[in-house]
């Protein structure tokens, strides 16, 4: 029983209802703004309105252009180092950024543009509460700061996406395209985005993502089958998608092909090991003892499908498998004989034909042992042998069942039940991950949510001994306890001291994912840390002169660092600035009583102390030298100095001669 609106207390609405009635017959003629009265005459008959000139094939909405724009739009903050909140700080090459995603992509553009190798994000879905980003062209980062309360007392309230509206797509578009957009020039050349998708926006965003991205580098649409039944009136949605496109299919194919490792291969693989130690030479014991493993394990136990690897020989574990050519009708299959090399007898050949020619066939039984498997005597058809360790590979499916609890039950663990509804599987992530990325590659994931790809690049590193680096990056959404959905969250945030944002959630995951890690694989000496940033202002303020008190305008801006910000801070957004990594190692010295920065190995040199006197300019200037000549650097080195530290312009004048007299001509202040 419905409960009683306004809007029953109205009149009929003529219009609306003949409205809905043209809806049902032209469904194809309504758009999210109302009536194409051009697409509905030319349903009726009206020839007139064709014009194939104005019509392009492609995804079009309101907002389109801004949302380009608003990508290409230069960011004007920077990003707090917050090593109280991190884990390792000195050590870690991994990143947690607090923040709007699309502000944090434009600042990391200039350091990591070109050099991520996995990107992996799990987007809203674009459902009725699903949250919605408010970018707004020109403003978008005084928008985020209000929101964080950065700007005033009161937070602004950002809005949960609701039909009434009636720009829901158009409003999750213009959300999505400008952060497609900016994540492609991160990724390397050979590098691919994976976005997790449903139903309701699938079509949208593959529409987005050939745009972006080129339709020609399109890798698959994969099917995620998360549930065995569902509950529905008309057909059970059972599954998810996750679209991958390449940065450049041709670049990634001659990367390498993508392949994981099938499951319970490297198992399979350990006891036949240990089988092999036990009863080497005697291949029928351990193809008995194989078979007899086998056998003690249950159905659904992964290991359990290599069942049919169970023969042996010197080259290792084995399957016999089918050596006869396809069924295909043609008459000149290769029909040579193969000699039993016991009865030296011609073996029985299948009614199709042999599937190698006479040549391979020749070179299989020419290796030590022979690649061909034999029965008894030449009335068995031989078989060739399959060895498992060369068969352990196999490509990545496009359609792929993984229980969706399992997921909620791993966080569960971790934090409490209900805090993190409907996280994403470490264990699909990692395979994900593991199909392109290797050693000491990046993966990015600006939809953290709880933290899920930072735990699979995690686990990847103990499974792969591999150093892969993580960026996250999450908007600080604030969780409100008096939603019954929001409840768990909001009261473990409380009771553990956090403040109530989802950012908060996703740092602790991960530092208890690490924890668990440590504990269960005590000798992994990897990265289990991370620094953590957060987006706001710039540290150098603004020129924004008061017309009515020009005077007091300049004596306001002497100082050209906003009051407040550690002298960490400047160099990090320096960083930013100079295109520079986030965790490359930063080193300090001290000549005349001042304080000097090495920032990646000499890339940058800094010495933002309050004061330099001109007594002073020569010993700073030459501990700055002397730092260079030991370091070496390979490019350019930059050098930064506080504007309002020089007594006057000479000793401004002569610091910056002396350090380009020896080499140094980028010198810079602040």
């Known amino acids: 029983m419905k ?64 949302a380009r724009q608003i990508a290409l739009t230069p960011n004007t903050g920077t990003l ?24 944090v992509l434009k600042l990391l553009q200039k350091s990591y543009a070109g050099k991520v190798k996995v990107i992996y994000i799990d987007p809203p879905y674009n459902k009725e509460k699903d949250f919605v980003y408010p970018d707004k062209f020109q403003d978008n980062l005084d928008t985020y700061l209000q929101y964080t309360g950065q700007l005033s007392d009161e937070g602004l309230k950002f809005s949960s996406n609701t039909e009434a509206g009636g720009r829901k797509h158009t409003a999750w578009a213009n959300m999505m395209y400008p952060r497609l957009k900016l994540a492609r020039d991160l990724l390397k050349k050979d590098g691919a985005i994976f976005v997790s998708i449903d139903d309701n926006e699938v079509g949208t965003l593959k529409a987005i993502c050939n745009e972006i991205f080129g339709e020609e580098n399109f890798v698959a649409q994969i099917v995620w089958q998360k549930s065995k039944k569902g509950d529905s009136k008309l057909i059970a949605s059972v599954h998810e998608y996750i679209l991958c496109y390449a940065k450049n299919k041709t670049a990634c194919i001659e990367a390498g092909i993508w392949r994981n490792r099938k499951e319970g291969v490297d198992e399979v693989l350990e006891q036949y090991n240990r089988l092999r130690k036990e009863h080497y030479p005697d291949h029928n014991k351990i193809r008995e003892q194989m078979m007899a493993w086998y056998r003690g394990l249950k159905n659904d136990d992964p290991r359990k499908s290599h069942k049919h690897y169970n023969w042996s020989d010197e080259r290792g574990l084995y399957f016999a498998a089918d050596f006869a050519g396809p069924d295909d009708g043609r008459a000149s299959r290769p029909r040579h004989d193969i000699f039993h090399p016991e009865t030296g007898k011609s073996c029985k050949k299948p009614s199709t034909g042999w599937r190698w020619d006479e040549a391979k066939t020749n070179w299989a039984l020419a290796q030590d042992p022979p690649r061909i498997h034999f029965g008894p ?70 939809f953290a949510g709880s933290g899920s790809t930072a735990h699979a690049c ?31 969250a909001f009261e473990f945030c409380i009771e553990n001291g956090l403040k109530t944002n989802i950012a908060e959630i996703g740092k602790e995951r991960i530092r208890r994912a690490a924890r668990e890690i440590t504990s269960e694989y005590p000798d992994f000496q990897g990265d289990l840390g991370f620094k953590t940033f957060k987006l706001t202002s710039s540290n150098i303020r603004a020129w924004s002169p008061d017309r009515t008190d020009l005077e007091e305008t300049l004596l306001s801006h002497k100082e050209h660092l906003v009051e407040g910000r550690s002298e960490q801070d400047v160099l990090y957004e320096l960083l930013l600035k100079r295109g520079i990594e986030l965790t490359v ?59 309002s530290a020089f007594a006057d312009d000479v000793a401004k004048t002569n610091m910056a001669a002396i350090l380009q007299q020896n080499g140094i001509s980028h010198v810079r202040s602040l």
Request: proline share 4%; glycine share 6%.
């Open 377 to 446: 005597d030449e009335t068995t058809i031989p078989n060739r042998k399959s060895y498992l360790k060369e068969t352990a590979l196999e490509p990545y499916p496009s359609h792929f069942y993984q229980d969706g609890r399992s997921a909620t039950l791993q966080v569960e663990k971790l934090l409490a039940p209900g805090v993190f509804t409907f996280p994403k599987n470490t264990k699909v992530l990692g395979k994900l991950i593991n199909l392109l990325a290797s050693e000491d590659d990046i993966v990015v994931d600006f």
């Open 80 to 103: 707090l180092p917050c090593p109280e909140e991190s884990v390792d700080w000195d050590t870690t090459q991994n990143l947690f950024i607090e923040g709007d995603n699309l502000e």
């Open 585 to 643: 190692p930063i080193e300090e010295r001290h000549a005349a009583g001042k304080t000097l920065y090495s920032i990646g190995y000499g890339v940058l040199f800094s010495c933002l102390d309050t004061s330099i006197s001109a007594g002073e300019v020569d010993e700073v200037a030459q501990g700055i030298l002397d730092w260079h000549k030991e370091l070496e650097p390979e490019t350019d080195t930059h050098v930064f100095f506080r504007d």
């Open 3 to 66: 409960n009683v609106t306004n809007q029953d207390g109205q009149s009929a609405d003529i219009v609306a209802e003949n409205i809905e009635k043209l809806k049902e017959l032209f469904p194809d003629a309504f758009t999210e703004s109302g009536v194409n009265f051009d697409v509905l005459r030319q349903l009726l008959g009206d020839a007139s309105v064709l014009d194939e000139g104005e019509e392009k094939y492609g995804l079009n909405w309101h907002g389109k252009k801004k």
């Open 458 to 488: 995690m686990l990847q590193n103990v499974e792969e001994k591999s150093s892969l680096r993580y960026v996250m990056v999450q908007l600080p959404e604030l969780l409100d306890g008096e939603k019954s959905e929001q409840k768990s």
